[in-house]
């Protein structure tokens, strides 16, 4: 079974601020991928990693696959912004996920 | 391009009763999966398919069904309903890219 952690679990910042949000998992894997979850429960994919860095309007993700780690930065956060994150991995056919961080912009 | 969607979005059931949702796509996309959604948890893989005709068990299979006649069209089949099944549900494909196409849930309650 693969284990995806998320940290924080929840994360409140003022507007402007830089946020980092972390995913650790432990075994190899095919992919990882980085989600968002509006207010109202919709669910859209930011990106989806295999390796190196990933770059998105304000958003960066990057992964070290040796360390089996991966971050989720948000430059110049925004109270849009305020959603939550999740981390999923792919194992062949198969998404693990983890349970979410979520993140407060106040204006 | 309507994307995914799913019906119905809301639905009460009474226990031991069953109960289709309904999932389609119209991307084309070979790849659909279900999962659940539990307050607090992770979203868990329930059952998915890589093609009309394929499909496989995920995580959390128990108490679910699914078929996949057509490309479009990957319903999940609730038989008995019980409690532990109240969640919200989301169907999703993924193209070639690896990226995946949410629909936008089903919330059930099973009483």
């Known amino acids: 079974k693969n284990e995806v952690e998320q940290s924080p679990q929840n994360l409140t910042a003022q507007e402007g601020e830089f946020i980092t949000i972390n995913c650790s998992y432990s075994?190899?894997?095919?992919?990882l991928h980085w989600l968002q979850q509006h207010p109202g429960g919709g669910i859209v994919s930011l990106f989806m990693?295999?390796?190196g860095k990933k770059k998105h309007g304000r958003l960066i993700a990057t992964i070290n696959i040796q360390e089996k780690h991966s971050s989720l930065h948000i430059t110049a956060s925004h109270p849009r912004d305020s959603a939550v994150y999740i981390c999923?991995?792919?194992?062949?056919?198969?998404?693990?996920f983890g349970t979410g961080t979520s993140l407060t912009v106040i204006p | 391009n309507a994307g995914v969607t799913q019906t119905p979005k809301f639905r009460i059931l009474k226990i031991g009763q069953s109960m289709t949702l309904q999932c389609t796509q119209d991307?084309?996309?070979?790849?659909m999966y279900w999962y659940r959604q539990d307050p607090g948890m992770g979203l868990k893989l329930i059952y998915y398919?890589?093609?009309?005709?394929?499909?496989d068990k995920g995580e959390v299979p128990n108490g679910y069904n699914v078929s996949r006649s057509t490309t479009e069209d990957f319903p999940l089949r609730l038989e008995l309903a019980a409690p532990s099944q109240t969640s919200v549900y989301f169907c999703?494909?993924?193209?070639?890219?690896?990226?995946?196409?949410f629909g936008p849930g089903t919330r059930l309650t099973v009483l």
């Open positions: 999923a991995v792919r194992l062949g056919n198969q998404f693990y």
């Open positions: 075994v190899g894997i095919s992919a």
């Open positions: 999703a494909s993924r193209d070639w890219a690896d990226t995946q196409y």
């Open positions: 398919s890589v093609g009309a005709g394929i499909t």
């Open positions: 991307m084309n996309h070979n790849y």
């Open positions: 990693l295999s390796s």
